[in-house]
């Protein structure tokens, strides 16, 4: 296909403004660039090779802005500075990188500033396939991985000269998608989805969806009404390929050639890195109502990493693990992947090790790699990321900062892909694989015993919990509501301190529970509900309505400080109770807010978790019932 012709049609599919058009556009587009010149069946290996005549798996990645799939830890590192450089060049003598910057300021995006030079007279020529210098998808594909694997000294202008020669071959509109796919900005409005959805379009729904290579070549995918033939399923046997594989073009190819069968045939491979599975923010409450029995995990409060070994892999001899430097392409020893898929292995060479001494069988592993202290405790964040992906330095690094790899997922054990099996099936094949590395994982059916694992969390020095669905399977890239992550802090409170009662046994000297109130004298609606306000339990003054009390996440220092600054302040005591004029404002963490008749402000804070004093707030500034109603949801 001329890459003239591939830039047209892209032109067309960015004027779409439907889904479902833009959807068949690419569908279209996708039919005729593997029908084209595609391969006469058989070997479809083409999908990875570098010189395959096959166009399909190139305007795949090309279309969604990228040169080598997502798993390819190969990039062509041109930025925005070098293209504005190699489109002056081409644009002529007299235009200068700051002319293209001044007008890329005017235009606000690449394409359209490389479209609008004139590039040595070529215009025209090479969009009407004249033969003559026209560029091909292959041979720009072709280029395009020649520049990235430029490297070393004077490998910033050799990539110059390339793209300034590519440019110089372009029309307008060849220039555009060119100028945006270095930079990996298409601006087709074609996202994964889409891609996705034109594949089970163009490849599984004619002729009753092929189970095997069958397209013939010579036919052409004529999208003619607009809606979309492509049952669900096609599109769900395709995303599963995609997840497997995390290769678009090779999908398409494998679409094409042999349906559905050749795609359910994919599976995981050791080296290839998959996209995380992702969570999304949910209440232990949330986590009970909608899985029943939930595994809880410790949040780990560090940098996601998946584990890929093959200890006996074809390398030439043995399994060595090649941590140390090197070239670092062969598949040596476990390979690191960070969350966005970059190959961190050199970075973190403690976890190699503890990989290539302990794994015995081929591995997937996720899981999180946190910074510790000389006694195993974690350390902030921050203290990881000057380990991550560091590529100087490394041994002395590794002195300075001590990792530790926390193992939660297993994705595929000994050949078994595990990707659709339970959490708790996969689980078991990681304590298997990886005992002493493997995440401790309770499983707790109701909130008071998920709240007690994450205190235990927070005490470690963790960032929180995650709560899981231990029947749900392993879905990459996907953050859906299988995975909840539960971290504290997402909104505090900021209370007065009315009441509190004195502790018991070693800590009699010491008040233990507080009682928390919030203003309440906003307006008539803020009245406190008097009739809870007449209960024993509500010490509330006038202005006030209490919402809970207190007595989790206070060390022994900070409860002496509570107790000698409150102390004075107490107005009325009766047994272990005592009430406080209002003086100390505190901010409270909790899981969620509920209605409930045991506080006057009507409201009861689910597992308040004391964060600290507001030294920097008075009573005036503590929060007022209206914003409690809010947080509630109520208004
Ligand atoms: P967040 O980055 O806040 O969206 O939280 C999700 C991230 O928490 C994941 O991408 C992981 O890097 C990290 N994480 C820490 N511990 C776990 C765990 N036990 N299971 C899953 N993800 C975890």
Redesign the pocket.
């Given at each position: 296909m001329e890459f003239a012709a591939l830039a047209e049609r892209a032109e067309r599919v960015a004027a779409n403004d439907g889904d479902i058009e833009t959807t068949l556009a690419v569908a279209a587009l996708l039919a005729d660039a593997g029908a084209a010149d595609g391969p006469d069946g058989g070997e479809d290996d083409s999908a990875e090779g570098d010189e395959s005549a096959d166009d399909l798996p190139v305007v795949v990645r090309f279309l969604l802005g990228r040169v080598f799939p997502a798993h390819d830890t190969r990039t062509l590192d041109v930025g925005p500075a070098l293209c504005r450089e190699a489109i002056a060049r081409a644009a002529g003598q007299n235009v200068s990188a700051a002319d293209v910057e001044d007008r890329l300021a005017e235009r606000g995006e690449i394409g359209a500033v490389a479209a609008a030079y004139d590039f040595g007279g070529q215009r025209g020529l090479a969009a009407f396939g004249s033969g003559r210098d026209a560029l091909t998808v292959a041979e720009l594909d072709a280029e395009l991985r020649d520049l990235a694997a430029a490297s070393g000294e004077g490998s910033e202008s050799r990539k110059r000269d390339a793209l300034f020669g590519l440019f110089t071959r372009c029309s307008p509109s060849e220039a555009a998608f060119l100028a945006r796919l270095v930079l990996g900005e298409m601006r087709l409005g074609v996202g994964e989805g889409t891609v996705r959805d034109a594949v089970a379009e163009a490849f599984l729904v004619r002729d009753g969806e092929p189970e095997s290579a069958d397209v013939d070549s010579g036919e052409a995918f004529e999208p003619d009404a607009a809606e979309l033939a492509a049952p669900e399923d096609a599109v769900a046997a395709v995303e599963r390929a995609l997840q497997v594989t995390n290769d678009y073009g090779r999908v398409a190819v494998r679409a094409r050639d042999e349906g559905r069968a050749g795609l359910r045939a994919e599976s995981l491979r050791v080296g290839r890195p998959v996209q995380?599975m992702?969570?999304q923010a949910g209440t232990a409450t949330d986590a009970v109502d909608a899985f029943g029995e939930v595994a809880v995990?410790?949040?780990?409060d560090?940098?996601?990493v998946q584990v890929h070994y093959e200890p006996d892999g074809d390398a030439p001899d043995g399994d060595a693990p090649d941590a140390g430097g090197g070239d670092g392409d062969d598949a040596l020893g476990p390979r690191l992947y960070s969350?966005n898929m970059d190959d961190v292995t050199e970075a973190l060479p403690e976890i190699v090790e503890h990989v290539a001494e302990r794994v015995d069988a081929p591995v997937i592993l996720d899981g999180?790699v946190v910074a510790v202290d000389d006694e195993g405790d974690p350390l902030p964040f921050q203290e990881v990321l000057r380990r991550f992906r560091r590529k100087h330095d490394v041994d002395r690094m590794r002195e300075a900062v001590s990792l530790r790899f926390?193992a939660?997922d297993c994705l595929h054990a000994d050949g078994d892909d595990l990707l659709d099996r339970s959490l708790r099936e996969r689980h078991d094949r990681l304590r298997g694989v990886l005992p002493d590395a493997a995440?401790d994982l309770t499983l707790a059916d109701d909130p008071e015993a998920i709240a007690a694992e994450e205190r235990a969390a927070l005490d470690a020095g963790h960032?929180g919990v995650?709560l899981k669905n231990p029947e749900a399977a392993y879905t990459p890239g996907d953050r859906g509501r299988d995975?909840l992550?539960r971290?504290p802090d997402v909104e505090t409170l900021d209370a007065v301190v009315v009441g509190a009662e004195w502790g018991e046994g070693r800590r009699a000297e010491l008040f233990g529970t507080f009682l928390l109130a919030v203003r309440a004298e906003d307006d008539a609606r803020d009245a406190p509900d008097r009739d809870a306000a007449d209960r024993d339990d509500d010490l509330a003054p006038a202005g006030y309505a209490t919402v809970g009390k207190v007595a989790t996440g206070i060390t022994d220092e900070a409860l002496a400080d509570l107790t000698e600054r409150l102390e004075p302040h107490v107005v009325d005591e009766t047994g272990t109770t005592v009430a406080f004029d209002p003086e100390l404002v505190v901010e409270v963490g909790y899981e969620e807010i509920q209605t409930s008749p045991t506080y006057s402000a009507g409201y009861a804070l689910r597992f308040p978790r004391f964060v600290g004093v507001r030294e920097d707030k008075g009573v005036d500034d503590a929060d007022s019932l209206a914003r409690v109603r809010r947080l509630a949801g109520d208004e």
């Amino acid at each position: 296909m001329e890459f003239a012709a591939l830039a047209e049609r892209a032109e067309r599919v960015a004027a779409n403004d439907g889904d479902i058009e833009t959807t068949l556009a690419v569908a279209a587009l996708l039919a005729d660039a593997g029908a084209a010149d595609g391969p006469d069946g058989g070997e479809d290996d083409s999908a990875e090779g570098d010189e395959s005549a096959d166009d399909l798996p190139v305007v795949v990645r090309f279309l969604l802005g990228r040169v080598f799939p997502a798993h390819d830890t190969r990039t062509l590192d041109v930025g925005p500075a070098l293209c504005r450089e190699a489109i002056a060049r081409a644009a002529g003598q007299n235009v200068s990188a700051a002319d293209v910057e001044d007008r890329l300021a005017e235009r606000g995006e690449i394409g359209a500033v490389a479209a609008a030079y004139d590039f040595g007279g070529q215009r025209g020529l090479a969009a009407f396939g004249s033969g003559r210098d026209a560029l091909t998808v292959a041979e720009l594909d072709a280029e395009l991985r020649d520049l990235a694997a430029a490297s070393g000294e004077g490998s910033e202008s050799r990539k110059r000269d390339a793209l300034f020669g590519l440019f110089t071959r372009c029309s307008p509109s060849e220039a555009a998608f060119l100028a945006r796919l270095v930079l990996g900005e298409m601006r087709l409005g074609v996202g994964e989805g889409t891609v996705r959805d034109a594949v089970a379009e163009a490849f599984l729904v004619r002729d009753g969806e092929p189970e095997s290579a069958d397209v013939d070549s010579g036919e052409a995918f004529e999208p003619d009404a607009a809606e979309l033939a492509a049952p669900e399923d096609a599109v769900a046997a395709v995303e599963r390929a995609l997840q497997v594989t995390n290769d678009y073009g090779r999908v398409a190819v494998r679409a094409r050639d042999e349906g559905r069968a050749g795609l359910r045939a994919e599976s995981l491979r050791v080296g290839r890195p998959v996209q995380a599975m992702l969570a999304q923010a949910g209440t232990a409450t949330d986590a009970v109502d909608a899985f029943g029995e939930v595994a809880v995990e410790t949040k780990f409060d560090g940098a996601r990493v998946q584990v890929h070994y093959e200890p006996d892999g074809d390398a030439p001899d043995g399994d060595a693990p090649d941590a140390g430097g090197g070239d670092g392409d062969d598949a040596l020893g476990p390979r690191l992947y960070s969350r966005n898929m970059d190959d961190v292995t050199e970075a973190l060479p403690e976890i190699v090790e503890h990989v290539a001494e302990r794994v015995d069988a081929p591995v997937i592993l996720d899981g999180e790699v946190v910074a510790v202290d000389d006694e195993g405790d974690p350390l902030p964040f921050q203290e990881v990321l000057r380990r991550f992906r560091r590529k100087h330095d490394v041994d002395r690094m590794r002195e300075a900062v001590s990792l530790r790899f926390h193992a939660f997922d297993c994705l595929h054990a000994d050949g078994d892909d595990l990707l659709d099996r339970s959490l708790r099936e996969r689980h078991d094949r990681l304590r298997g694989v990886l005992p002493d590395a493997a995440a401790d994982l309770t499983l707790a059916d109701d909130p008071e015993a998920i709240a007690a694992e994450e205190r235990a969390a927070l005490d470690a020095g963790h960032e929180g919990v995650m709560l899981k669905n231990p029947e749900a399977a392993y879905t990459p890239g996907d953050r859906g509501r299988d995975w909840l992550k539960r971290k504290p802090d997402v909104e505090t409170l900021d209370a007065v301190v009315v009441g509190a009662e004195w502790g018991e046994g070693r800590r009699a000297e010491l008040f233990g529970t507080f009682l928390l109130a919030v203003r309440a004298e906003d307006d008539a609606r803020d009245a406190p509900d008097r009739d809870a306000a007449d209960r024993d339990d509500d010490l509330a003054p006038a202005g006030y309505a209490t919402v809970g009390k207190v007595a989790t996440g206070i060390t022994d220092e900070a409860l002496a400080d509570l107790t000698e600054r409150l102390e004075p302040h107490v107005v009325d005591e009766t047994g272990t109770t005592v009430a406080f004029d209002p003086e100390l404002v505190v901010e409270v963490g909790y899981e969620e807010i509920q209605t409930s008749p045991t506080y006057s402000a009507g409201y009861a804070l689910r597992f308040p978790r004391f964060v600290g004093v507001r030294e920097d707030k008075g009573v005036d500034d503590a929060d007022s019932l209206a914003r409690v109603r809010r947080l509630a949801g109520d208004e």
